[in-house]
C-alpha cells in the first residue's frame, strides 16, 4: 500500500517539511512519516477554499465568521509576518515582494486576455475515453 500523509496545508513550513520528507521517502532515503523506504506517497495538504465555487456560487452554505476564522490562518500573509518577525526579510523587502508578485500576476492576465480561446473540439478531447482504431 501507498503511503499516505495528511498536512495542514495552511502551515507553509508543514507543507515543505512533508515534502522533503515524502521526497526523501520516494528515493528510498527515509524521511519520517511511516511507510516503506521508496516509491510513491500521497501527500494529502488540508486547506481551506475561501472563495466560492464560481461566480455562480452565493456561497451561503457557510457563515462569514467561518471564512474570516480560516482568513486568520491564510498562508501568505502568516509566511511574511514569521519571516519578517525571525529577521529573515524586512519590511522593505516584504513590500517589494508584493509589489513584484502582484506585477507578475497583472502580466499573466494581460497574456491571457490577449491569447485566443482555446478551440470548442480541443475542449471536449479526453473528456470521455476516446478509442484508438
Given amino acids: 500500500a501507498m503511503p499516505a500523509w495528511s498536512v495542514d496545508g495552511m ?5 515543505e517539511r ?3 520528507g515524502a521526497a526523501a ?14 516509491g510513491p506517497i500521497f501527500l494529502e495538504l488540508r ?3 475561501f472563495r466560492t465555487h464560481s461566480m455562480y456560487d452565493a456561497g451561503r452554505y457557510r457563515s462569514k ?15 511574511r509576518s ?14 517589494e515582494i508584493d509589489l513584484a508578485v502582484a506585477a ?11 491569447g485566443d480561446f482555446e478551440p470548442v473540439a480541443d475542449l ?4 470521455y475515453c476516446e478509442q484508438q482504431r
Fill in 104 to 114: 507578475e500576476v497583472q502580466d499573466a492576465v494581460q497574456y491571457a486576455s490577449a
Fill in 18 to 20: 512533508a515534502a522533503r
Fill in 82 to 95: 514569521s519571516l519578517i518577525a525571525q529577521g529573515a526579510i524586512s519590511e522593505a523587502q516584504a513590500a
Fill in 124 to 127: 471536449e478531447r479526453f473528456v
Fill in 47 to 49: 486547506t481551506y477554499r
Fill in 25 to 38: 521517502q520516494a528515493r528510498g532515503g527515509g524521511g519520517g512519516g511511516g511507510g516503506g523506504g521508496g
Fill in 65 to 79: 465568521e467561518e471564512v474570516a476564522a480560516w482568513r486568520r490562518r491564510d498562508p501568505i500573509p502568516a509566511l
Fill in 11 to 15: 502551515d507553509v513550513t508543514a507543507v
